[in-house]
């Protein structure tokens, strides 16, 4: 089944403060794994993404982990700010597709 | 760079009318362009994948006589929703990508208002 289980659905951080967020999969067939931040009213941005031969990618203040053998990922920003707050979706793509699919989303609140 | 685009970003209609929303990718060549929508407090889910040129594919579910997608070129896609009624109303994403490459960047939506 092409799902992608994202947790925690909600998540208040204080500034300065480390946030993760988790993923897990099923579909072995997945080779892409993007994050996504999407403020109120716009359109999802990149934020980072890794393939499963890499077990950790960093960039910035943001940094992807990844378990294959547990199929799971996580990204966990560093040094979180207020700016940060929005919400975050992961997404897995599968091999030989270019589709997205999404996790459910999770909205993180960063306070100062 | 890779900027995508879309118009109208808001959009109220009456039950029965039709409605188009364009896409854009305004400094590349997008072969694939994917349309999404979105309901408050929800994930994305996606609608349909359209290569330029030919038919789109529709997700199981989404009917593609209803949300019609034409990809004409390599910069524009567009989605009409015909004769939309207010279950149609939702939040409408796009997104485009480059060939060989499974990076999507996304328009900033159009929230369609059906009363």
């Known amino acids: 089944q092409q799902q992608v289980k994202q947790s925690p659905q909600s998540l208040i951080v204080q500034k300065g403060g480390i946030s993760i967020i988790n993923c897990a999969y099923e579909?072995?067939?997945?080779?892409?794994f993007p994050w996504y931040q999407q403020f109120p009213g716009k359109g999802p941005a990149l934020l980072i993404a890794i393939r499963p031969d890499v077990s950790e990618k960093k960039e910035g203040r943001f940094t992807i982990s990844f378990n294959k053998s547990a199929k799971q990922f996580s990204l966990h920003i560093m040094d979180s700010q207020p700016g940060d707050s929005a919400t975050y979706f992961c997404a897995a793509s599968p091999r030989a597709t270019n589709k997205l699919i999404f996790g459910t989303g999770t909205l993180l609140a960063v306070q100062p | 760079g890779a900027v995508v685009s879309q118009h109208p970003s808001r959009v109220i209609c009456k039950s029965g009318t039709s409605v188009k929303i364009e896409c854009r990718s305004l400094?590349?060549?997008?072969?694939?362009m994917f349309w999404y929508r979105q309901f408050p407090k929800q994930s994305l889910m996606l609608m349909a994948t359209?290569?330029?040129?030919?038919?789109?594919?529709?997700e199981q579910g989404v009917e593609k006589d209803k949300f019609l997608i034409n990809h004409a070129s390599l910069t524009l896609s567009t989605l009409t929703v015909t004769s939309a009624h207010p279950e149609d109303s939702s939040f409408y994403i796009c997104s485009a990508s480059l060939a060989q490459q499974e990076t999507q960047y996304f328009g900033p939506g159009t929230r369609l208002l059906v009363l």
């Open positions: 359209s290569n330029e040129g030919s038919k789109a594919t529709y």
């Open positions: 579909n072995t067939a997945f080779d892409y």
């Open positions: 400094d590349f060549q997008a072969t694939t």
